[in-house]
Protein backbone atom coordinates (compact mmCIF):
# COMPACT_ATOMS: atom_id res chain seq x y z
CA UNK A 1 0.00 0.00 0.00
CA UNK A 2 3.39 2.63 1.02
CA UNK A 3 4.43 1.95 -2.52
CA UNK A 4 1.00 2.89 -4.29
CA UNK A 5 0.65 5.75 -2.33
CA UNK A 6 4.63 6.88 -3.22
CA UNK A 7 3.93 6.16 -6.96
CA UNK A 8 0.64 8.54 -7.11
CA UNK A 9 2.26 11.10 -5.12
CA UNK A 10 5.45 11.17 -7.56
CA UNK A 11 2.84 10.86 -10.44
CA UNK A 12 1.33 13.89 -9.53
CA UNK A 13 4.72 15.61 -9.42
CA UNK A 14 5.55 14.49 -12.62
CA UNK A 15 2.27 15.66 -14.28
CA UNK A 16 2.22 18.87 -12.41
CA UNK A 17 6.16 19.39 -14.43
CA UNK A 18 4.77 17.93 -17.97
CA UNK A 19 1.30 20.18 -17.76
CA UNK A 20 3.74 23.11 -19.53
CA UNK A 21 5.10 20.92 -22.47
CA UNK A 22 4.41 23.19 -25.70
CA UNK A 23 1.33 22.02 -27.67
CA UNK A 24 1.28 22.16 -31.38
CA UNK A 25 -0.74 25.76 -32.10
CA UNK A 26 -4.17 24.10 -34.13
CA UNK A 27 -5.00 21.26 -31.36
CA UNK A 28 -8.13 21.44 -30.34
CA UNK A 29 -9.37 21.63 -27.11
CA UNK A 30 -5.53 21.97 -26.53
CA UNK A 31 -6.05 21.95 -22.29
CA UNK A 32 -7.85 18.99 -22.50
CA UNK A 33 -4.87 17.24 -24.29
CA UNK A 34 -2.26 19.20 -22.69
CA UNK A 35 -3.42 17.07 -19.25
CA UNK A 36 -3.79 14.01 -21.38
CA UNK A 37 -0.34 14.59 -22.32
CA UNK A 38 1.46 15.63 -19.03
CA UNK A 39 -0.69 12.40 -17.71
CA UNK A 40 0.72 10.36 -20.51
CA UNK A 41 4.30 11.28 -19.96
CA UNK A 42 3.78 11.11 -15.69
CA UNK A 43 3.04 7.38 -16.41
CA UNK A 44 5.51 6.88 -18.31
CA UNK A 45 8.36 8.41 -16.48
CA UNK A 46 6.92 6.58 -13.42
CA UNK A 47 6.74 3.20 -15.13
CA UNK A 48 10.29 3.64 -16.23
CA UNK A 49 10.81 4.27 -12.42
CA UNK A 50 9.05 1.33 -11.22
CA UNK A 51 11.04 -1.05 -13.84
CA UNK A 52 14.26 0.32 -12.65
CA UNK A 53 13.72 -0.39 -9.24
CA UNK A 54 12.57 -3.81 -10.02
CA UNK A 55 8.57 -3.71 -8.96
CA UNK A 56 6.91 -3.21 -12.23
CA UNK A 57 7.87 -4.23 -15.70
CA UNK A 58 7.15 -0.99 -17.78
CA UNK A 59 3.80 -1.99 -19.55
CA UNK A 60 2.39 -3.40 -16.42
CA UNK A 61 1.28 0.67 -14.86
CA UNK A 62 -0.12 1.59 -18.23
CA UNK A 63 -2.61 -2.08 -17.91
CA UNK A 64 -3.82 -1.17 -14.39
CA UNK A 65 -4.82 2.03 -15.60
CA UNK A 66 -6.39 0.92 -18.47
CA UNK A 67 -8.36 -1.79 -16.46
CA UNK A 68 -10.10 0.62 -14.21
CA UNK A 69 -11.98 1.35 -17.49
CA UNK A 70 -13.13 -2.11 -18.51
CA UNK A 71 -16.84 -2.91 -19.03
CA UNK A 72 -18.92 -5.83 -18.66
CA UNK A 73 -21.39 -7.15 -21.99
CA UNK A 74 -24.15 -4.88 -20.93
CA UNK A 75 -26.97 -5.22 -23.68
CA UNK A 76 -29.03 -2.30 -24.49
CA UNK A 77 -32.58 -1.95 -26.23
CA UNK A 78 -30.71 -1.81 -29.77
CA UNK A 79 -28.16 -4.11 -29.35
CA UNK A 80 -27.38 -7.32 -27.71
CA UNK A 81 -23.75 -7.72 -26.14
CA UNK A 82 -22.30 -10.70 -24.96
CA UNK A 83 -18.96 -12.24 -23.85
CA UNK A 84 -17.65 -15.53 -25.74
CA UNK A 85 -14.80 -17.15 -27.97
CA UNK A 86 -13.96 -17.66 -31.52
CA UNK A 87 -11.28 -20.95 -31.37
CA UNK A 88 -10.55 -20.19 -27.93
CA UNK A 89 -9.94 -16.22 -28.32
CA UNK A 90 -11.93 -14.05 -26.30
CA UNK A 91 -14.93 -12.19 -28.42
CA UNK A 92 -17.36 -9.36 -27.74
CA UNK A 93 -20.47 -9.70 -30.08
CA UNK A 94 -22.28 -6.85 -30.93
CA UNK A 95 -25.96 -8.30 -32.17
CA UNK A 96 -28.38 -6.02 -33.62
CA UNK A 97 -31.84 -6.52 -32.27
CA UNK A 98 -34.55 -5.13 -34.76
CA UNK A 99 -36.09 -7.43 -37.24
CA UNK A 100 -34.26 -7.55 -40.80
CA UNK A 101 -35.84 -10.13 -43.71
CA UNK A 102 -32.22 -9.86 -45.56
CA UNK A 103 -28.57 -10.06 -44.49
CA UNK A 104 -26.91 -7.77 -42.62
CA UNK A 105 -23.01 -6.52 -43.06
CA UNK A 106 -20.16 -7.22 -40.46
CA UNK A 107 -17.57 -6.18 -38.78
CA UNK A 108 -14.15 -7.17 -36.94
CA UNK A 109 -13.08 -4.71 -34.95
CA UNK A 110 -8.97 -4.88 -33.67
CA UNK A 111 -8.21 -2.80 -30.48
CA UNK A 112 -4.82 -0.28 -30.63
CA UNK A 113 -2.44 -0.88 -27.23
CA UNK A 114 0.81 -1.17 -29.19
CA UNK A 115 0.37 -4.94 -29.35
CA UNK A 116 0.31 -5.06 -25.56
CA UNK A 117 -1.64 -2.73 -23.88
CA UNK A 118 -5.98 -2.77 -24.18
CA UNK A 119 -9.03 -4.44 -24.72
CA UNK A 120 -12.61 -4.30 -26.43
CA UNK A 121 -13.81 -4.12 -22.99
CA UNK A 122 -12.48 -0.25 -22.48
CA UNK A 123 -15.61 2.04 -22.29
CA UNK A 124 -14.89 4.16 -25.94
CA UNK A 125 -14.41 1.32 -27.63
CA UNK A 126 -17.30 -0.87 -25.89
CA UNK A 127 -19.15 2.43 -27.27
CA UNK A 128 -17.78 2.39 -30.78
CA UNK A 129 -18.62 -1.14 -31.32
CA UNK A 130 -22.25 -0.99 -29.92
CA UNK A 131 -22.85 2.73 -32.21
CA UNK A 132 -21.02 1.01 -35.14
CA UNK A 133 -23.41 -2.40 -34.38
CA UNK A 134 -26.75 0.21 -34.32
CA UNK A 135 -26.20 2.71 -36.95
CA UNK A 136 -24.71 0.51 -39.54
CA UNK A 137 -27.09 -2.74 -38.62
CA UNK A 138 -24.07 -5.06 -38.44
CA UNK A 139 -22.68 -7.88 -36.65
CA UNK A 140 -19.72 -6.54 -34.83
CA UNK A 141 -17.06 -8.82 -33.83
CA UNK A 142 -14.22 -7.22 -31.08
CA UNK A 143 -11.26 -9.90 -30.77
CA UNK A 144 -9.29 -9.79 -27.29
CA UNK A 145 -6.08 -11.53 -28.73
CA UNK A 146 -3.49 -12.53 -26.29
CA UNK A 147 -0.67 -9.92 -26.26
CA UNK A 148 3.16 -9.24 -25.20
CA UNK A 149 5.34 -9.71 -23.41
CA UNK A 150 3.51 -12.54 -22.20
CA UNK A 151 2.66 -13.90 -25.46
CA UNK A 152 5.26 -12.32 -27.89
CA UNK A 153 5.12 -12.33 -31.99
CA UNK A 154 3.60 -14.02 -33.94
CA UNK A 155 0.73 -15.32 -30.90
CA UNK A 156 -0.88 -11.86 -31.42
CA UNK A 157 -1.48 -11.57 -35.24
CA UNK A 158 -1.93 -15.65 -35.26
CA UNK A 159 -4.86 -15.19 -32.58
CA UNK A 160 -6.77 -12.52 -34.72
CA UNK A 161 -5.96 -14.79 -38.11
CA UNK A 162 -7.69 -17.61 -36.23
CA UNK A 163 -10.32 -15.41 -35.56
CA UNK A 164 -11.14 -14.36 -38.33
CA UNK A 165 -10.71 -17.36 -40.52
CA UNK A 166 -13.55 -19.26 -37.96
CA UNK A 167 -15.96 -16.06 -38.58
CA UNK A 168 -15.37 -16.16 -42.25
CA UNK A 169 -16.92 -19.94 -42.15
CA UNK A 170 -20.24 -20.08 -44.36
CA UNK A 171 -21.93 -21.94 -41.11
CA UNK A 172 -20.73 -19.18 -39.21
CA UNK A 173 -21.55 -16.31 -41.49
CA UNK A 174 -25.43 -17.69 -41.43
CA UNK A 175 -26.19 -18.84 -37.56
CA UNK A 176 -25.28 -14.49 -36.84
CA UNK A 177 -27.57 -13.76 -40.16
CA UNK A 178 -24.08 -12.03 -42.19
CA UNK A 179 -23.74 -11.60 -45.39
CA UNK A 180 -20.73 -13.21 -46.55
CA UNK A 181 -19.75 -10.24 -49.10
CA UNK A 182 -20.11 -7.51 -46.95
CA UNK A 183 -17.65 -7.94 -43.97
CA UNK A 184 -15.37 -5.30 -42.99
CA UNK A 185 -12.09 -5.95 -40.93
CA UNK A 186 -11.39 -2.53 -38.67
CA UNK A 187 -8.65 -1.67 -35.91
CA UNK A 188 -6.87 1.38 -34.66
CA UNK A 189 -3.43 2.15 -34.33
CA UNK A 190 -1.47 -1.13 -33.44
CA UNK A 191 -5.41 -2.38 -34.14
CA UNK A 192 -4.80 -1.41 -37.53
CA UNK A 193 -1.62 -2.80 -38.14
CA UNK A 194 -3.19 -6.16 -37.24
CA UNK A 195 -6.37 -5.47 -39.60
CA UNK A 196 -4.01 -4.39 -42.55
CA UNK A 197 -1.86 -7.47 -41.90
CA UNK A 198 -4.65 -10.09 -41.67
CA UNK A 199 -6.48 -8.65 -45.16
CA UNK A 200 -3.38 -8.87 -46.53
CA UNK A 201 -3.35 -12.52 -45.39
CA UNK A 202 -6.88 -13.71 -46.39
CA UNK A 203 -6.52 -12.45 -49.61
CA UNK A 204 -3.80 -13.54 -50.12
CA UNK A 205 -4.94 -16.99 -49.05
CA UNK A 206 -6.88 -19.29 -52.06
CA UNK A 207 -9.62 -20.34 -49.20
CA UNK A 208 -10.72 -17.25 -47.82
CA UNK A 209 -9.68 -15.16 -50.95
CA UNK A 210 -12.05 -12.00 -51.96
CA UNK A 211 -13.70 -12.74 -48.35
CA UNK A 212 -13.68 -9.14 -47.09
CA UNK A 213 -15.57 -6.57 -48.98
CA UNK A 214 -13.64 -3.83 -47.24
CA UNK A 215 -11.23 -2.73 -44.61
CA UNK A 216 -10.88 0.41 -42.17
CA UNK A 217 -7.66 1.59 -40.65
CA UNK A 218 -7.95 4.38 -38.00
CA UNK A 219 -4.94 6.16 -37.57
CA UNK A 220 -2.58 2.86 -37.87
CA UNK A 221 1.38 2.12 -37.32
CA UNK A 222 1.87 0.14 -40.61
CA UNK A 223 6.00 -0.63 -40.67
CA UNK A 224 8.56 -0.86 -38.41
CA UNK A 225 11.50 -0.73 -40.97
CA UNK A 226 12.21 2.86 -41.23
CA UNK A 227 11.87 5.01 -37.92
CA UNK A 228 12.81 7.86 -38.99
CA UNK A 229 10.02 9.59 -40.97
CA UNK A 230 9.26 12.82 -41.23
CA UNK A 231 6.15 12.78 -38.97
CA UNK A 232 8.45 10.78 -35.92
CA UNK A 233 10.82 13.58 -36.13
CA UNK A 234 8.25 16.17 -35.89
CA UNK A 235 6.31 14.70 -33.14
CA UNK A 236 8.93 12.87 -31.49
CA UNK A 237 7.87 13.98 -28.20
CA UNK A 238 4.12 13.30 -28.76
CA UNK A 239 1.25 14.97 -28.17
CA UNK A 240 -0.07 11.74 -26.50
CA UNK A 241 2.04 9.26 -28.23
CA UNK A 242 5.85 10.36 -28.22
CA UNK A 243 8.14 7.73 -30.22
CA UNK A 244 10.08 6.74 -27.21
CA UNK A 245 6.60 5.47 -25.84
CA UNK A 246 5.66 4.27 -28.51
CA UNK A 247 8.80 2.30 -29.62
CA UNK A 248 9.20 0.97 -26.04
CA UNK A 249 6.05 -0.60 -25.57
CA UNK A 250 5.83 -1.79 -29.22
CA UNK A 251 9.67 -3.84 -28.94
CA UNK A 252 8.26 -5.45 -25.86
CA UNK A 253 5.87 -7.64 -28.44
CA UNK A 254 9.35 -8.43 -29.72
CA UNK A 255 11.64 -9.01 -27.06
CA UNK A 256 11.96 -7.50 -23.57
CA UNK A 257 15.68 -6.84 -24.33
CA UNK A 258 16.09 -3.45 -23.95
CA UNK A 259 18.87 -3.22 -26.80
CA UNK A 260 15.90 -3.39 -29.59
CA UNK A 261 14.22 -0.55 -28.15
CA UNK A 262 17.58 1.86 -28.10
CA UNK A 263 18.45 0.38 -31.60
CA UNK A 264 14.86 1.62 -32.89
CA UNK A 265 15.11 5.16 -31.38
CA UNK A 266 18.52 5.75 -33.17
CA UNK A 267 16.93 3.44 -36.36
CA UNK A 268 19.42 1.03 -36.23
CA UNK A 269 17.62 -2.06 -35.80
CA UNK A 270 16.82 -3.56 -39.14
CA UNK A 271 19.06 -6.85 -39.79
CA UNK A 272 21.23 -7.66 -42.58
CA UNK A 273 19.47 -8.35 -45.75
CA UNK A 274 16.42 -6.24 -45.18
CA UNK A 275 17.84 -3.15 -47.81
CA UNK A 276 15.15 -5.09 -50.14
CA UNK A 277 12.41 -3.45 -47.98
CA UNK A 278 13.78 0.07 -47.87
CA UNK A 279 12.15 1.14 -51.23
CA UNK A 280 8.88 0.00 -50.09
CA UNK A 281 8.88 2.46 -46.86
CA UNK A 282 10.64 5.16 -48.54
CA UNK A 283 8.77 8.70 -47.38
CA UNK A 284 10.90 10.48 -50.26
CA UNK A 285 8.81 8.71 -53.19
CA UNK A 286 5.36 7.82 -51.17
CA UNK A 287 4.70 11.01 -49.25
CA UNK A 288 3.10 13.53 -50.50
CA UNK A 289 5.05 16.90 -50.84
CA UNK A 290 3.42 19.24 -48.13
CA UNK A 291 4.26 16.49 -45.66
CA UNK A 292 8.14 15.99 -46.74
CA UNK A 293 8.76 20.39 -45.90
CA UNK A 294 12.48 20.59 -45.48
CA UNK A 295 13.00 16.88 -44.42
CA UNK A 296 16.17 15.14 -45.78
CA UNK A 297 15.44 11.25 -46.61
CA UNK A 298 18.54 9.00 -45.05
CA UNK A 299 18.17 4.75 -45.50
CA UNK A 300 18.40 3.21 -41.75
CA UNK A 301 21.19 1.45 -40.72
CA UNK A 302 21.68 -2.31 -40.78
CA UNK A 303 23.48 -4.98 -38.66
CA UNK A 304 24.12 -2.66 -35.30
CA UNK A 305 22.54 -5.60 -32.87
CA UNK A 306 23.70 -8.51 -32.27
CA UNK A 307 22.03 -10.59 -32.19
CA UNK A 308 19.87 -9.33 -34.85
CA UNK A 309 16.13 -9.64 -35.13
CA UNK A 310 15.03 -11.22 -38.62
CA UNK A 311 11.68 -11.48 -37.22
CA UNK A 312 11.69 -7.50 -38.17
CA UNK A 313 11.04 -8.74 -41.99
CA UNK A 314 8.15 -10.46 -41.18
CA UNK A 315 5.57 -8.02 -43.20
CA UNK A 316 2.59 -8.88 -40.41
CA UNK A 317 5.01 -6.61 -38.29
CA UNK A 318 5.40 -3.77 -41.52
CA UNK A 319 1.97 -4.46 -44.19
CA UNK A 320 3.37 -1.42 -45.77
CA UNK A 321 6.80 -2.88 -46.58
CA UNK A 322 5.41 -5.64 -48.92
CA UNK A 323 5.67 -5.79 -52.95
CA UNK A 324 2.68 -4.03 -55.45
CA UNK A 325 1.33 -7.50 -56.07
CA UNK A 326 0.54 -8.61 -52.57
CA UNK A 327 -1.29 -5.34 -52.47
CA UNK A 328 -3.30 -4.84 -55.84
CA UNK A 329 -6.33 -7.08 -55.11
CA UNK A 330 -6.75 -5.76 -51.59
CA UNK A 331 -10.31 -4.66 -51.10
CA UNK A 332 -12.01 -1.46 -50.84
CA UNK A 333 -10.09 0.87 -48.40
CA UNK A 334 -11.06 3.28 -45.33
CA UNK A 335 -7.76 5.17 -43.67
CA UNK A 336 -7.52 8.15 -41.65
CA UNK A 337 -4.53 9.84 -40.53
CA UNK A 338 -4.03 13.00 -37.78
CA UNK A 339 -1.79 15.57 -38.49
CA UNK A 340 0.08 15.58 -35.05
CA UNK A 341 1.20 11.93 -34.78
CA UNK A 342 3.98 9.94 -35.04
CA UNK A 343 2.07 7.35 -37.04
CA UNK A 344 0.95 10.15 -39.61
CA UNK A 345 2.95 9.11 -42.23
CA UNK A 346 2.26 5.10 -42.30
CA UNK A 347 -1.28 6.04 -43.40
CA UNK A 348 -0.37 8.35 -45.81
CA UNK A 349 2.18 6.23 -47.57
CA UNK A 350 -0.35 3.34 -47.49
CA UNK A 351 -2.42 5.48 -49.49
CA UNK A 352 -0.38 6.05 -51.71
CA UNK A 353 0.70 2.75 -52.32
CA UNK A 354 -2.93 1.24 -52.40
CA UNK A 355 -3.87 4.14 -54.69
CA UNK A 356 -0.55 3.54 -56.86
CA UNK A 357 -2.13 -0.31 -57.41
CA UNK A 358 -5.41 0.48 -58.26
CA UNK A 359 -7.04 -0.07 -55.09
CA UNK A 360 -10.11 1.62 -54.43
CA UNK A 361 -9.16 4.46 -51.08
CA UNK A 362 -11.29 6.60 -49.39
CA UNK A 363 -9.14 9.08 -46.78
CA UNK A 364 -9.89 11.29 -44.05
CA UNK A 365 -7.34 13.32 -42.43
CA UNK A 366 -7.87 15.13 -39.02
CA UNK A 367 -6.09 18.36 -39.98
CA UNK A 368 -5.82 19.30 -36.35
CA UNK A 369 -6.14 15.24 -35.26
CA UNK A 370 -3.93 13.96 -32.25
CA UNK A 371 -3.00 10.21 -32.20
CA UNK A 372 -5.57 8.10 -29.83
CA UNK A 373 -8.65 10.58 -29.80
CA UNK A 374 -11.32 6.99 -30.17
CA UNK A 375 -9.84 6.63 -26.74
CA UNK A 376 -11.50 9.90 -25.56
CA UNK A 377 -14.92 9.37 -26.36
CA UNK A 378 -16.27 9.86 -22.60
CA UNK A 379 -16.31 11.51 -19.49
CA UNK A 380 -14.27 12.72 -17.77
CA UNK A 381 -11.34 13.26 -20.63
CA UNK A 382 -14.08 13.98 -23.70
CA UNK A 383 -12.43 15.28 -27.08
CA UNK A 384 -14.44 16.40 -29.87
CA UNK A 385 -11.94 15.06 -31.85
CA UNK A 386 -12.89 11.15 -31.27
CA UNK A 387 -16.59 12.01 -31.69
CA UNK A 388 -15.85 13.22 -34.97
CA UNK A 389 -13.19 10.39 -35.87
CA UNK A 390 -15.72 8.12 -34.53
CA UNK A 391 -18.76 9.33 -37.11
CA UNK A 392 -16.40 9.44 -39.97
CA UNK A 393 -15.79 6.01 -39.32
CA UNK A 394 -19.24 4.99 -39.04
CA UNK A 395 -20.47 7.16 -41.79
CA UNK A 396 -18.60 5.61 -44.06
CA UNK A 397 -18.94 1.50 -42.88
CA UNK A 398 -23.03 2.75 -43.69
CA UNK A 399 -22.12 4.05 -47.39
CA UNK A 400 -19.53 1.70 -48.16
CA UNK A 401 -19.97 -2.01 -46.26
Not at 155 to 182: H, W
Not at 219 to 246: C, I, N, T, W
Not at 281 to 301: A, C, D, G, Q, R
Amino acid sequence: MGYKILCFGLICILFAFYIYTPMPENIEEPWKVRIMDAATKATSLMSTILEKIGLKRFDELFSIIIKLDYTQPISDENVTVMDTTFSDIPVRLYLPKRKRESQRPAVIFIHGGAFVLGSYKQTPLDLLNRWTANKVDAVVVAVDPRLGPQYPFPVTQEDVASVVKFFLQDKILAKYGVDPNRVCISGDSSGGTLAAGVAQLIQNDPEFKNKFKAQALIYPGLQLVDLSLPSHQEFEHGPLLSMKLAIRLASLHLTQDKALAQAMMKNQHMPHGSMHLFKLVNWSTFLPEKYKKNHVYTEPILGRLNPSYSILLDSRLSPLAVNDSQLQNLPLTYILTCQHDVLRDDGLMYVSRLQNVGVKVSHDHMENGIHGALSFMTSPMYLQLGIRIKDKYINWLEENL
